[in-house]
DNA sequence: AATGAATGAGCCTTCATTCAT
DNA sequence: AATGAATGAAGGCTCATTCAT
């Protein structure tokens, strides 16, 4: 049957990022891909130059998915740094709440060998976007006065620590609780 | 060549670690690991099972290593919570700061499917013993008022946060910086 | 190369009937198979589930095409057992001069423990076929008053003797030899 | 422990026997030989050249007593082919009934490509002894007049159906029985 | 003479990729 | 554009054999 151009694509897309989000680059088999999207094992080599084009094209994906919701929508570029730290905490957890399948994905293929140079960009893109906020606030003198890839790292580990525990069922994200970590997040980083 | 009894089956959990680590079980060739451990291939099933039963040792062995680290030798038992707090965050990022190979690969391990009963029950251990002292320091009104394992995520999540900032080179663990890393996050869970 | 639809079975079927029925289960190579077969190494687990799916599929065709050739094509079911007898010795017996391979197969692989429930279920539908008619031609007092399974083992052994002399070069089994034999062995069965 | 010597020997010819008998030259692997014998793996070196050389002497062993028992004691020479026939089938038979394991594994070893001059020159050695005999009988014109290799064929091959019924459970030998078709075979052959 | 850990060739099988249809 | 049979390199694992003790 043909589809809808660009289906095939979407669906093989949509397939890869659930296997690989579940059992990993390597523990993912292509004719599983294919199977699961409903699609012949060659048409996946029409759309993408391989596996490893696949997985850097979701992952590529999930982040800029990421990176839209937290940064592109109304982002207040010049407000008070809690401000703007209120909105990234509270945007990211709503994103991990609604593609928990997209942050699993991402917090399994974080820095791997088989990422390519474009895939490495956009993950500093999104480093560096962090990192500057974190300087300036520091430089207002509004954050603790550590390195700050010290307060990075205690902000996205919280959020990653977080984010699995919510997949292991053993925390659940409402609104209260991503509010209510905020305040404790923001407690461990302030001056 | 024959070696000192018990050599080969080292030499082979040594180079599983260092592999596991890097590449992920489904990453790692069993050759791989046999050339790395200056071994025959055929050896690794001399002593262990197949792949799955060497992961799972690897598995055990670190987790066991880390428990030893942290809880066994001279546990305060009775001492306020904040002291156990302490001794808990300072050698846990020591054991992080002397094993990194070994907190990749308990990092990248955790919770997978090929991990056995014993491997799943040695993890459901330390959990449950790092859930029952903050169930009882919430009880004490030492801690903040939100699900335990709400507490446990943002502890947790912070140390890995910080342990992989330290692997990428872009945060060093010295003395200073664990004991002021202590702090803040205990900004974050204190009541 | 792409051949006609399910050529590829057939020629692994055909490889896999001549190297099994020469070397044996055990004594037989996939790769080999595949080579033989002019047939890539991996194509074969496209049509069967394995080395011992693959034994299977051969005995039961092997099974099959000798029931058909016996038993099914204008058996005299009411026809008296001298009659039957004669059907049954010259059937099968030109089944061993057409089919020597299959014949081989089926004398190496009679029972072995790698044979399934379906194969199996096959073997006992001859013997049972067989038993049938034994005892009944028995109850009507033509043949000796010994166990039927007694009965049984003369008449096979001898005709695996005669088709395994054959095999040998010793023995030629041309028309007259196979009516010559079924005498005699009609002699050492009857009342 | 240091065994009596030869014993070890004795103890790897009998597990052999049972194993490959069982499980066929190429179903059977050598550490399970050694086991099955209690003695360690390199032991078995010390006493065969290897697997191959191994079966072999368990061949020629296996051949050569089924050769003493039927031909050896007392075999009357001179008297009259059917006495010896007698003699033949009862003791040929009461070889099978007293080592069912060794009649098994000399049924599945029967031309195996793996079998060496010797043992093939042990196999010839019988068949010529027994052609021999037939042939003389032939020219007394005690046996029907057909190829001697065909009364062979129909012999050997009662026999062994016998032996395998018997093997199967489905035929008991007895003292009986034994006569009893020895009378039947020799009904087939006889002129 | 006996042992059994060590070895590596070779086995069965999987899977990323190709290509005729 | 889509398919899925075919491929063969590579993976996990076994086992006949060796050799230091």
Redesign the pocket.
Known sequence: ???R?S???DRILAAALELFAERGF?G???????RTA??????????F????A?VNEVFRQCKRELLARVFAEGWPEGAPFRVRFHLMWSRWMGFARDNPVAMAFLELHHHQPYLDDDSRALEDTIERMVAEHVSEAQASQVLADVPADVLVALVHGSLIGLVRASRHGRVTLTDALVAETEERVWAAVRR
């Open positions: 049957v043909t589809r151009p289906d095939t694509r390597h993912t088999a292509v004719p599983d891909i294919a409903g699609v012949g094992a060659g048409s996946l080599y029409r759309h130059e391989g596996k490893e696949l």
